[in-house]
């Protein structure tokens, strides 16, 4: 193990993340903060294990935090399938401070660019081999990142490149490992570059079923994020490791890729990998800190990447966690937050059919709304303002890409609030 990198500025850390969100919480004190919109909202703050613990209520007797609503200001996409809101098949879209959106059409083979009031820009990125292009076929995880001034991280899997916001190819990385070998503290190259900090680093999800560590019933399955710097000449640095989760994959017959193995001079039953149902949600905070969930309940944890939980917030009363697999029911379908540290809940199960519905909470812990929209969006990114940019597709398969934002009623400002703790 001579070749692994040193152990010291770069920290491999491994976290049980069942074991943290599991912390008694004793015995509280009041904390009452001012109104906000229609009625003053109460939570209680805790100290545990030297962590504020915050528990926020829902409103009781079916009212809200001051009527907040989700409001759509844009749509990008046509049925007709025609000009540069045809759309073939979205996997990505990324939002950069100027409010231009980029959308990677996979249908399309190249990234286009819109500006904030939804017009055609231009188009990057293309299918090929030259300079600025990519070869799409060759990276599974397809995700588009921006980091701040002006670079747009494409790619995922085997190849990344960066580009900027004119589509000039600024550095290509190509895969320096194979998948199924990933050791904390490496910088991940078989991986989907899902955010940027406002440091400048980037951070990566890094899936890895290990080589040889197969049965005939189940596989072992890691996912890891890493938080990377970045150099002057758009490099990434080895950085910081923090393990998320582990699932065993059952092992089927059947299934569409069909694999025959031989073993020992006989031909097995043909079979596949059925994928595992993750049991953790979690998101990047613009801190550089990850918020992480079991999606059982609303419990919510503040992780550094040393692994240590410096605030925990939480939704009534919060249940234990499901000892058995039949005893698993996902009420939490997605994390996010925005620059001023709010965090957005996605719900497993919306109130709207076929819509989305999120729990929002301030930068404190406190709970100031629960909004819907009526179609189901993903890749949910969350800007400044109230502003959520996300996918959707219809029932024929066409994509849209919308905008939203976050408005109350009686004119509650979103902004970063003073806590009392």
């Known amino acids: 193990m001579s070749w692994l990198p040193t152990i010291g500025s770069l920290r491999a850390v491994y976290v049980t993340a069942v074991a943290t969100l599991a912390a008694p919480v004793p015995p509280s004190i009041q904390a009452l903060a001012r109104a906000h919109g229609s009625a003053a909202q109460e939570i209680v703050v805790d100290t545990v294990r030297g962590r504020p613990v915050v528990t926020t209520q829902f409103p009781k007797g079916g009212g809200d935090a001051g009527a907040w609503r989700l409001l759509e200001e844009l749509k990008l996409g046509n049925v007709m399938g025609a000009g540069p809101e045809g759309f073939g098949n979205i ?13 990677m059409d996979v ?4 990234v286009r660019v819109f500006a904030r009031d939804g017009a055609y820009v231009r188009s990057l990125a293309r299918d090929g081999d030259g300079p600025g292009e990519i070869r799409y076929r060759d990276f599974p995880s397809r995700r588009i990142t921006w980091r701040a001034p002006d670079q747009l991280w494409i790619g995922g899997g085997q190849q990344y490149m960066v580009v900027d916001t004119l589509g000039n190819e600024l550095r290509r990385h190509a895969a320096l490992s194979f ?3 990933f050791f904390p503290g490496e910088v991940p190259r078989f991986s989907s570059v899902i955010a940027a900090g406002t440091d400048g680093s980037l951070f990566s999800v890094v899936d890895v079923t ?3 560590s197969w049965d005939e019933t189940e596989v072992p399955h890691h996912t890891y994020v890493v938080r990377s710097p970045v150099s002057v000449d758009h490099e990434m640095m080895p950085g910081d490791t923090l393990a998320i989760e582990t699932l065993k994959r059952k092992i089927v017959a059947g299934g569409a890729r069909e694999t025959s ?14 994928p595992a149902d993750p049991r953790f949600v979690w998101t990047v905070a613009r801190d550089g800190m990850l918020w992480l969930a079991h999606r059982s309940r609303h419990r919510f944890d503040k992780l550094t ?5 410096v605030r925990t917030v939480q ?17 939490l379908a997605a994390l996010a937050t925005s620059p001023e540290g ?15 519905t999120w729990d929002v909470l301030d930068n404190c812990g406190r709970y100031r709304a629960t909004v819907s929209v009526p179609v189901g969006l993903w890749r949910v990114e969350v800007g400044a303002g109230g502003e959520v940019h996300g996918i959707s597709s219809d029932d024929l398969g066409i994509d849209f890409v919308h905008r939203y934002r976050l408005q109350s009623e009686v004119g509650t400002p979103i902004e970063e609030e003073r806590c009392s703790f």
Request: aromatic share 8%; glycine share 12%.
């Open 261 to 274: 193995v031989t073993r020992e001079g006989n031909t097995m039953s043909v079979q596949t990998v059925q």
């Open 342 to 356: 709010w965090l957005w809940v996605q719900r497993e199960d919306p109130e709207t059919e076929g819509g989305s």
């Open 91 to 103: 996997h990505d879209i990324a939002v950069d401070r100027a409010g231009r959106i980029f959308v």
């Open 305 to 309: 990447f040393t692994g240590d939980t």
């Open 210 to 212: 290990p080589m040889g």
């Open 107 to 110: 249908g399309s083979k190249e």
């Open 179 to 181: 998948p199924g070998f």
């Open 315 to 331: 939704m009534g009363d919060v249940p234990p966690l499901p000892a058995n697999e039949p005893e698993f029911v996902p009420l």
